[in-house]
């Protein structure tokens, strides 16, 4: 496959450590957030969501962290395995008329050594 | 099919060539989005469809950029004359509801494309 995450933020873990990635948004009025995994050659895939009304929501060894005071979401995953090793991308939803979108962070690197 | 087909999945184009990129959507989604993906960053959108009408268009970077979705189900984002910067992974995403959001939305594995 073809590498998605040249010239990108890098996180290097060890397999079994907790990852921490984060991500700062924009818009202030964003009430809906996801998280996504692209593999190399792969289109984004959905990890876990969470909504302004939430801090915080846990899916099977992932977490979503939101600070709405400073626009900051964070994805933790534990106990990393190699399996995980991909570009992690935040997402904001963007209200239109009848209709939404995503605008999508610059993302993250996650390489995991076994 | 299973999920959102894109075809071709690599495509290499010289300088000034039309390109046609092909998109099949989860059956029956209404929705149906086009982003650009360049080499180190995120996704970014181009261009919306609910059904068979183009409801967004305002990511389409100029006027080269045409796409169309005529019987609301199969979408081409087709390229005219293309440029270099043109050269990124195009990604389409199909929805069963009017959002590219939660579990309801998939990505195809998107076309690279190469002008040279």
């Known amino acids: 496959g073809e590498s998605v995450g040249l010239h990108l933020p890098t996180l290097s873990v060890q397999e079994g450590d907790n990852s921490i990635i984060n991500c700062a948004y924009s818009?202030?009025?964003?009430?809906?957030f996801i998280w996504y995994k692209q593999e190399s050659g792969k289109g984004p895939q959905f990890i876990i969501d969470?909504?302004?009304?939430?801090d915080k929501r846990q899916g099977q060894r992932v977490t979503v962290l939101l600070n709405k005071t400073v626009k900051h979401l964070s994805l933790q995953i534990a106990a990393t395995q190699p399996g995980d090793s991909a570009v992690y991308f935040c997402?904001?939803?963007?209200?239109?008329?009848?209709?939404?979108?995503?605008?999508f962070g610059k993302g993250t690197m996650l390489l995991v050594s076994p | 099919g299973a999920g959102v087909s894109q075809s071709p999945r690599y495509k290499v184009a010289k300088r000034g060539q039309d390109v046609a990129l092909r998109c099949d959507p989860i059956?029956?989604?209404?929705?149906l989005f086009w982003y650009q993906q360049a080499l180190g960053q995120g996704p970014e959108f181009l261009t919306y469809?609910?059904?068979?009408?183009?409801?967004?268009k305002s990511g389409l970077p100029s006027d080269r950029f045409f796409a169309e979705r005529p019987e609301g189900s199969v979408s081409t984002l087709k390229i005219q004359r293309t440029q270099q910067e043109d050269s990124a992974v195009y990604l389409c995403?199909?929805?069963?509801?009017?959002?590219?959001?939660?579990?309801?939305?998939?990505f195809g594995q998107g076309t690279r494309l190469t002008v040279v």
């Open positions: 469809f609910q059904n068979e009408a183009q409801l967004d």
């Open positions: 997402a904001e939803k963007e209200e239109n008329s009848g209709y939404s979108t995503l605008t």
């Open positions: 818009n202030s009025a964003s009430d809906y």
């Open positions: 969470i909504r302004s009304n939430m």
């Open positions: 995403a199909s929805s069963s509801g009017t959002g590219v959001f939660g579990t309801e939305a998939f």
């Open positions: 059956s029956g989604h209404v929705s």
